[in-house]
C-alpha cells in the first residue's frame, strides 16, 4: 500500500466512515436508499456527494417528522429497499416510539416472516455538549426491551465503517447510536484502505486491552475513558482487562463472560442513565452467570438518573469519568 493509500486509511473519522458505509452499500446494492433531514446539503455531513453519485431517487429529503419517516422506511421495506434513515439526534426517536416499536420491530414476527425490514436508522447521541434535556439523551437502552431490534454502538471510526455495512445488509431493522463525543478521537482500530471491503460482524465483542485482574466493560464513549483508567490502574499494579461490546442487541455474551469468569470482577461502564441500562442487563447476566468466580461486587459506572442540565458546570458532573472508572475498580478490590 502507498504512503498516501496509508495516510487515507489511518485518518478514517467517524463521518467519513459513515460516508463511506453508505456509499459502498449503494453501490454495491441499488436497493440501498438514503432517507432524512436535509441529506441533499449534507447539512450534517453524512451524506457528502450521495446526492451527486446516486441521484434523487435514492436521495430522499424528508420532513421533519419522526413517526412518518419511521413509517415510510417501514413501508419502503416490505416493498423491497433498504432504507438507511438519519434521524441526526438521537433523542428524536422518541418522536416516533410506536412506529418503531408496534411497526418495525413486530411487522416481520406478526406477518410470519412473509416480509423483511432491512432499515437502518442512525442516530447521533449529543451529550456532553450543553445541549440540555432535548438533545443530550442516550435512549439505546430502552430499545434493548424491545424484541425484534439489533443495536450497535460502535466506538472507533473503523468499528462504525465496518458495523454499519453489516447492518446495511442485515435484514432485520438494525438502530445505529453513533456517540458524538467520539468524532474527533482517532488512533484505535485498524487502518482501512479505501478499496478494502471492511465488514465487522453484528454481535461480536472487541477486547481493547488484554489484562488479568479486572475486567471492565466500556460502551461508546465508556470505553475510551475505560482504557484511560486500565492505564492509570496499571501503576498501581492492577492488570485491567478492556471489552467494548460494540453490539448491544445481540450482545457478545460468551466474551464478557469468558473474560470475568478469568478476572474475578467486573466494571461497566455506560453512558447512559443508570435505572434499566445497558450496564444493569450486562450486571445482572455477570452475576447470573459468573456468580462463583467472582471475587467482589459488580460495579456500574453510569449517568445519574437526571435530566441533563444545560450548565456546563453541572452536566459534567453526571457522565462517567476516568475518575468514577478507577474508584469503582478498587471498590471490586
Not at 456468580?291 to 437526571?306: A, C, K, M, Q
Given at each position: 500500500m502507498s504512503a498516501p493509500t496509508k495516510r487515507r486509511a489511518a485518518q478514517l473519522g467517524f463521518l467519513q466512515a459513515i460516508n463511506r458505509?453508505?456509499?459502498e452499500e449503494m453501490t454495491r446494492d441499488p436497493n440501498v436508499i438514503l432517507m432524512g433531514q436535509d441529506l441533499r446539503a449534507?447539512?450534517?455531513?453524512?451524506?457528502?456527494?450521495?446526492?451527486?453519485?446516486?441521484?434523487?431517487?435514492?436521495v430522499r429529503d424528508l420532513p421533519l417528522a419522526e413517526a412518518g419517516s419511521i413509517g415510510v422506511a417501514a413501508g419502503?421495506?416490505?416493498?423491497?429497499?433498504?432504507?438507511?434513515?438519519?434521524?441526526?439526534?438521537?433523542?428524536?426517536?422518541?418522536?416516533?416510539m410506536d412506529q418503531f416499536v408496534s411497526q418495525l420491530a413486530k411487522a416481520r414476527y406478526m406477518f410470519g416472516g412473509q416480509a423483511t425490514l432491512p432499515v437502518v436508522v442512525r442516530a447521533a447521541l449529543y451529550y456532553h455538549g450543553g445541549t440540555a434535556g432535548h438533545h443530550a439523551d442516550r435512549p439505546y437502552p430502552m430499545f434493548m426491551n424491545v424484541p425484534g431490534l439489533k443495536i450497535i454502538l460502535p466506538s472507533t471510526a473503523p468499528d462504525l465503517l465496518g458495523l454499519l455495512k453489516s447492518a446495511i445488509r442485515d435484514d432485520n431493522p438494525v438502530?445505529?447510536?453513533?456517540?458524538?463525543?467520539?468524532?474527533?478521537?482517532?488512533?484505535?482500530?485498524?487502518?482501512?484502505?479505501?478499496?478494502?471491503?471492511?465488514?465487522?460482524?453484528?454481535?461480536?465483542?472487541?477486547?481493547r486491552r488484554p489484562g488479568t485482574d479486572v475486567t471492565i466493560v466500556g460502551i461508546g464513549l465508556g470505553s475510551w475513558l475505560a482504557l484511560?483508567?486500565?492505564?492509570?490502574?496499571?501503576?498501581?499494579?492492577?492488570?485491567?482487562?478492556?471489552?467494548?461490546?460494540?453490539?448491544?442487541?445481540?450482545?457478545?455474551?460468551?466474551?464478557?463472560?469468558?473474560?470475568?469468569s478469568r478476572t474475578g470482577r467486573c466494571v461497566v461502564v455506560d453512558p447512559a442513565n443508570r435505572t434499566c441500562s445497558a450496564a444493569s442487563e450486562i450486571s445482572a447476566r455477570v452475576v447470573e452467570d459468573?456468580?462463583?468466580?467472582?471475587?467482589?461486587?459488580?460495579?456500574?459506572?453510569?449517568?445519574?438518573?437526571?435530566h441533563v442540565p444545560f450548565s456546563p458546570v453541572l452536566e459534567k458532573q453526571i457522565y462517567p469519568t476516568q475518575a468514577k472508572i478507577v474508584a469503582a475498580v478498587r471498590r471490586t478490590f
Open positions: 458505509a453508505q456509499s449534507n447539512v450534517f455531513g453524512a451524506a457528502a456527494g450521495a446526492l451527486e453519485a446516486f441521484g434523487p431517487s435514492r419502503a421495506a416490505m416493498a423491497g429497499l433498504r432504507p438507511i434513515i438519519d434521524l441526526t439526534v438521537a433523542s428524536f426517536v422518541f418522536g416516533a438502530l445505529c447510536f453513533e456517540d458524538a463525543n467520539l468524532w474527533g478521537r482517532k488512533g484505535r482500530g485498524p487502518a482501512v484502505p479505501p478499496d478494502t471491503d471492511h465488514v465487522v460482524p453484528l454481535g461480536k465483542a472487541a477486547v484511560e483508567a486500565a492505564a492509570e490502574l496499571e501503576a498501581e499494579g492492577i492488570s485491567a482487562e478492556v471489552i467494548d461490546p460494540r453490539t448491544l442487541v445481540p450482545m457478545d455474551w460468551p466474551a464478557i463472560l469468558e473474560s470475568v459468573c456468580f462463583s468466580d467472582l471475587r467482589g461486587p459488580v460495579v456500574r459506572v453510569t449517568t445519574d438518573d437526571t
